[in-house]
C-alpha cells in the first residue's frame, strides 16, 4: 500500500497554467503504474494521465493531449501533473492513483490507491 498526497490545485484564467504534484509514502512508489483522474461536480470520475512505473511510457485522455503533461521522480516519489492552456471545462478535483501493476491504464478499476484529492477551477 502506499499514501498519496496531492498538492498545487487552485485557481487560475482560461489559458493559463498549473502544476500539480503528488508525494507518495513507501518504498514501492517506483514499481507502481500513476495516473491521474478527475472528477467534476455531478460527473463520473474519468481519467486523465497515466504513466508507466519506469517513465517511458504515458497515456492521455483526448481533452488533455498536446496540453497536459504527467511525469514522475521515482527517486523523489513524487507524481507531476503540468497543465497548460486550461480551460473552464478542465475544472474539478484532481486525484492521483496507484497502478499495483506498474502498468500506465486508463480505468480507474485497476487502480487501487488514491488521494485525497486537489481542487482545480479555471474561470473564463
Known amino acids: 500500500q502506499v499514501q498519496l498526497v496531492e498538492s498545487g490545485g487552485g485557481s487560475v484564467q482560461a489559458g493559463g497554467s498549473l502544476s500539480l504534484s503528488c508525494a507518495a509514502s513507501g518504498r514501492t512508489f517506483s514499481s507502481y503504474g500513476m495516473g491521474w483522474f478527475r472528477q467534476a461536480p455531478g460527473k463520473e470520475r474519468e481519467f486523465v494521465a497515466a504513466?508507466?512505473?519506469?517513465?517511458?511510457?504515458?497515456n492521455y485522455a483526448d481533452p488533455v493531449k498536446g496540453r497536459f503533461a504527467i511525469s514522475r521522480d521515482n527517486a523523489k516519489n513524487t507524481l507531476y501533473l503540468q497543465m497548460n492552456s486550461l480551460k473552464p471545462e478542465d475544472t474539478a478535483v484532481y486525484y492521483c492513483?496507484?497502478?499495483?501493476?506498474?502498468?500506465?491504464?486508463?480505468?480507474?478499476?485497476?487502480?487501487?490507491?488514491w488521494g485525497q484529492g486537489t481542487q482545480v477551477t479555471v474561470s473564463s
Open positions: 492513483a496507484a497502478d499495483r501493476t506498474g502498468w500506465h491504464n486508463r480505468d480507474k478499476a485497476n487502480y487501487a490507491d
Open positions: 504513466i508507466h512505473w519506469s517513465g517511458r511510457s504515458t
